[in-house]
């Protein structure tokens, strides 16, 4: 930090800053130092997947598709460039994305963000295994939150709790002062209903060691919501709302307003998570089902379209079977 104060603009402090972010978790810091980086050079290259896969994370496909246009125009071989392309592939094609996250690791078998990219799109395939392999792959070559939250996540999806919760505790001693080590054992305690009061403390004391952790109040107002507390949902995420300009935060506080009535408290904070982030798609489906519910029509009825949606991938099925 006293060399960043020192050296402003010093490209190379800047990317090893925002990487070491990156790892950690703190992703809006880590974000902020690459836009440095690249306010001074737009065609650096070092760890530039690293900033590709916060975009994504922030829904920012706009920045995203300019940081890969910039990137091919440097070296399309290099491995940065193509998990930056996996990427950016990952919304249309899966296959096309992964063969990206591939061709990193064979260029440079240690290239880690290409492990945690096959990883997350394993993951998103519900090829479990392959994701399990992928994410250890990654975190024996160095501790990384990213690697210990995809291997968290992958054993859960296939109900392993117990390597779940090893694998959750071996990142909170692997990261001891983390408080998103400690948010992540909570997410293996929350899986059960019989460990919601241990998952609570977790998420607590994750608060407690960093006040500011919007992702560990988002889990414990989840926890209330689950628990009937919607009150106290309420409260815990409003006090957050002087200092973060979320759309993840506006989003959860219309689910609860919405769960407990108050219509037009809920569609105030839809509109302005879609002012912030008009990519979010929590909330563009959430506003869908709010305003469906303000006009007297029940939201879990598809309407016309999505009949003829339904009744027309029929029909090509059909088609199929026949031919």
Not at 85 to 103: C, F, G, N, Q, T
Not at 185 to 197: L, Q
Not at 230 to 235: I, L, Q, R, Y
Not at 297 to 322: F, I, R, S
Request: glycine letters at 4%.
């Amino acid at each position: 930090m006293e060399l960043l104060q020192q050296f402003p603009n010093n490209i190379h402090i800047l990317l090893e800053m925002a990487k070491v972010e990156a790892i950690i978790g703190k992703n809006d810091e880590a974000i902020m130092n690459f836009e440095k980086a690249r306010s001074v050079d737009p065609y650096i290259l070092m760890y530039m997947d690293e900033y590709a896969m916060l975009l994504k994370m922030k829904s920012d496909y706009t920045k995203l598709g300019k940081l890969v246009h910039d990137l091919l125009n440097t070296d399309p071989t290099r491995p940065e460039v193509l998990v930056a392309l996996s990427v950016l592939w990952e919304r249309k094609d899966d296959k096309k994305a992964l063969s990206y996250a591939e061709k990193s690791i064979q260029i440079d078998e240690r290239h880690i963000p290409g492990y945690i990219m096959k990883g997350n799109l394993y993951l998103s395939m519900d090829k479990l295994d392959l994701a399990v392999n992928a994410f250890r792959g990654a975190r024996e070559l160095r501790p990384d939150l990213r690697s210990y939250q995809g291997l968290v996540r992958s054993y859960l999806a296939c109900s392993k709790v117990k390597e779940a919760l090893y694998t959750a505790r071996e990142a909170m001693k692997a990261m001891p002062q983390s408080a998103r080590a400690l948010k992540l054992v909570g997410d293996v305690h929350a899986s059960n209903p019989g460990g919601r009061e241990k998952a609570k403390k977790f998420y607590e004391s994750a608060l407690r060691l960093e006040p500011g952790y919007l992702g560990a109040a988002l889990a414990l107002a989840e926890l209330h919501v689950i628990e009937g507390r919607n009150g106290d949902a309420v409260s815990l995420l409003e006090r957050y709302l002087k200092d973060w300009a979320d759309d993840c935060l506006h989003v959860k506080l219309a689910q609860v307003f919405s769960a407990t009535d108050m219509l037009e408290d809920a569609l105030a904070h839809y509109q302005a998570a879609l002012r912030i982030n008009l990519q979010n798609e929590a909330a563009k489906k959430g506003l869908d089902r709010l305003e469906k519910q303000m006009k007297g029509v029940d939201p879990d009825v598809p309407d016309e379209d999505e009949e003829n949606e339904v009744e027309d991938a029929d029909a090509d099925v059909e088609e199929t079977e026949l031919l």
